[in-house]
């Protein structure tokens, strides 16, 4: 799932990714399909950000998300990933800066 989402980008070539992790915020029908299920794990909603997991997700552990997460951000702000999306859309310096930008966040954010 995950690598199928940073081969789009590529072949895409999106020029600024932001990627989240879906979040049930109270008040949606997913939140209260999860609530139902008992698969809400988080009510600190400081944390219903995009970037934790709040619920117990189906088919994979409660890491796996967040680690696709991290991995997918990781992966799609390599150097050489970066130039082949930003070369097919013609360059650009303030494109350039916030992917570096998207980039440093990607090597250093950890929201464990």
Known sequence: ???????????????L????????????????????????????WDLY?????????RGMTPERPYDGHRWAYRETYRLG?????LLGAGPSPLMLAANLGFRHLAYTFDAR
């Open 49 to 57: 950000d995009g970037e934790h997991v709040v619920f117990r997700p």
């Open 81 to 85: 990933k970066i130039f082949g999306r």
């Open 17 to 44: 990714v932001r990627y989240a992790i879906a979040t049930p915020f109270p008040g949606t029908r997913l939140h209260e399909a999860l609530r139902a299920e008992g698969r809400i794990v988080e009510t600190d």
């Open 1 to 15: 799932m995950f690598e199928r989402t940073v081969e789009l980008v590529q072949r895409a070539r999106v020029d």
